[in-house]
């Protein structure tokens, strides 16, 4: 499906093109399994003041080819009149689902959770709750992700446990908190521009694989790394693997040396990217490994991160070597062994 070029150039302007190009095909398919792209729910202050600036981003998604429900509720349902008028000659569905209060609604969720379970029943997976505050808040710090049921500041614990209910019902659902004037962004980056409800992932830890286990392993670190492996028997080395067990869509792989755990793939597959099976990864490896050492070109991307969980690193010609946990005595020799080692992949 073919969209303008002013649309295409302004989703570019919010998010590198590879992204925008790549969530835009996979919600074109989608598209052809449901009439409803997402879920938009705005608050009563997104409808009243921040109604341009809601109709831009509903009309954006409109010239992509998606088609968003909005979903009013509580006070919200007073602008629908001035809404509906604006948006006659649009593709919209308009739902009107009564006039409680927003927050109390969400308290007593059952008018609201009806009318979500209505289009969630008609294929619809994604949510998108929109406020002029934006994200989640906890001790006044905004969340990227948020664990079901999750304790956070008191004015969202309200909202908080309503997305949590919904995904406790429905673990495919994709529902996340954002300000009117970052929907796009949230929509179309890895990295999002509000809070996404999410459960932890299910690592499996394996010191072997069997060969289905490593026919998908390779899949998932070539289309990861957007290169093909020189082969396979870099799996000779492998010692431990860390995997989301789910869907397979991400794992950690290390070698062992004499002066710690040496991490030789870290692949996240693209449709999981942003939805923190990397963070989750991370984390159990973390637990289970006090020396941890790895490697990045140096043009890669990711390696702002790297530099904010490691304790150190050093820059090599092609190279930076990071390192966690590891003596100062060790360091010449882990940085000697992973600047050596020769690429994996095919340039």
Excluded at 189 to 216: C, D, P, Q, V, W
């Amino acid at each position: 499906m073919q969209f303008s070029d002013t649309a295409k150039l302004f989703l570019e302007s919010v998010g590198r093109s590879q992204e925008v190009e790549h969530y835009l095909k996979r919600f074109q398919i989608d598209a052809l399994n449901s009439a409803v792209f997402a879920v938009i729910v705005p608050d009563a202050d997104t409808c009243q003041n921040e109604t341009e600036t809601l109709l831009f981003q509903l009309k954006s998604l409109l010239r992509l080819g998606l088609k968003p429900a909005l979903l009013l509720s509580g006070t919200a349902t007073d602008q629908f009149d001035r809404l509906n008028n604006k948006l006659q000659d649009q593709e919209l569905t308009l739902a009107n689902i009564g006039r409680l209060d927003f927050q109390l609604l969400i308290k007593n969720d059952v008018l609201l959770k009806k009318g979500l379970n209505n289009v969630i029943e008609q294929g619809v997976k994604r949510i998108h709750f929109l406020r002029r505050k934006g994200q989640i808040q906890k001790n006044k710090v905004a969340l990227p992700t948020c664990a079901p049921f999750e304790t956070v500041d008191t004015e969202d614990q309200a909202l908080v446990d309503f997305g949590s209910s919904l995904l406790k019902e429905n673990r495919d659902l994709h529902i996340s908190v954002c300000s009117a004037s970052n929907l796009l962004k949230e929509i179309f980056t890895i990295k999002g521009a509000g809070t996404l409800f999410r459960s932890h992932s299910k690592i499996r830890y394996s010191n072997s694989l069997s060969s289905e286990e490593l026919h998908k392993i390779t899949n998932l670190i070539q289309q990861s790394f957007g290169r093909p492996l020189v082969d396979v028997s870099m799996f000779n080395r492998i010692t431990d693997y860390y995997i989301e067990e789910d869907e397979f869509s991400g794992a950690i792989l290390l070698e062992t040396t004499n002066f710690g755990k040496y991490l030789s793939k870290f692949a996240v597959g693209v449709d999981a990217r942003g939805a923190g099976v990397a963070q989750d990864l991370w984390q159990r490896v973390c637990h289970d490994h006090k020396v941890l050492f790895w490697r990045s070109r140096r043009n890669n991307t990711i390696h702002r991160w790297y530099e904010r969980i490691a304790d150190g690193f050093q820059r090599l010609d092609t190279w930076n070597v990071y390192w966690k946990g590891a003596k100062i005595e060790q360091l010449p020799d882990l940085i000697k062994y992973a600047g050596s080692k020769p690429s994996d992949f095919v340039d």
